[in-house]
T-cell receptor, first 116, second 113 residues
């Protein structure tokens, strides 16, 4: 089965510019996650979708970050305007919920964002 | 609140020797525990998980982990390390009362020939 797809793999922008990342989860996976991984740290959850609804966006900086999953399949994460501290790898993950808390998340290759 | 600690930034081991990567956790209930590995410029790959049952969990590529409730630990182990095991390893925990996964900061494993 195909894995989680993400694009682009790399992006370099100037501060105050906008950028968008795309994710296509594993087919049939209802839950989709976006994580931010800053160099030297573990991934931090930004937002979790269940189908096309938001389950948890408590750590999403909503003044500049937005995400959508309109049809419950692929998703887009946007940053506008970008700041230097947004430089990180943005990871998308998906899973197919089984029993509560037992499901394994599968990750895409990530998008490495550099803000200059 | 849930949290994970990986006390070692880096672990060095010679090829053929056993390896251990340490992880301790804090949750309010019974934990669900995971190990992931990340190779350069790649996403995280799932290695193994503990949900319930046998405290010794076996996973991919010959890795295993032991759940120790009294010590709140979930150390990753392998009997004989390979150079190709060199990568960044993340421990993660989920409290049954939450839907989110919390990751440790990662441990770099370097296996020398």
């Amino acid at each position: 089965e195909a894995g989680v797809a993400q694009s682009p793999r790399y992006k370099i922008i100037e501060k105050r510019q906008s950028v968008a990342f795309w994710c296509n989860p594993i087919s049939g996976h209802a839950t989709l996650y976006w994580y931010q991984q800053i160099l030297g740290q573990g991934p931090k959850l930004l937002i979790q979708f269940q189908n096309n609804g938001v389950v948890d966006d408590s750590q999403l900086p909503k003044d500049r970050f937005s995400a959508e999953r309109l049809k419950g399949v692929d998703s887009t994460l946007k940053i506008q305007p970008a700041k230097l501290e947004d430089s990180a790898v943005y990871l998308c993950a998906s899973n197919s919920p089984g029993g509560v808390g037992t499901d394994t998340q599968y990750f895409g290759p990530g998008t490495r964002l550099t803000v200059l | 609140a849930q949290s994970v600690a990986q006390p070692e930034d880096q672990v060095n081991v010679a090829e053929g020797n056993p390896l251990t990567v340490k992880c301790t956790y804090s949750v309010s209930g019974n934990p669900y525990l995971f190990w992931y590995v990340q190779y350069p410029n790649r996403g995280l790959q799932f290695l193994l998980k503990y949900i319930t049952g046998d405290n010794l969990v076996k996973g991919s590529y010959g890795f295993e982990a032991e759940f120790n409730k009294s010590q709140t630990s979930f150390h990753l182990k392998k009997p004989s390390a390979l150079v190709s095991d060199s990568a960044l390893y993340f421990c993660a925990v989920r409290d049954p009362g939450y839907s989110t996964l919390t990751f440790g900061k990662g441990t770099m494993l370097l296996v020398s020939p």
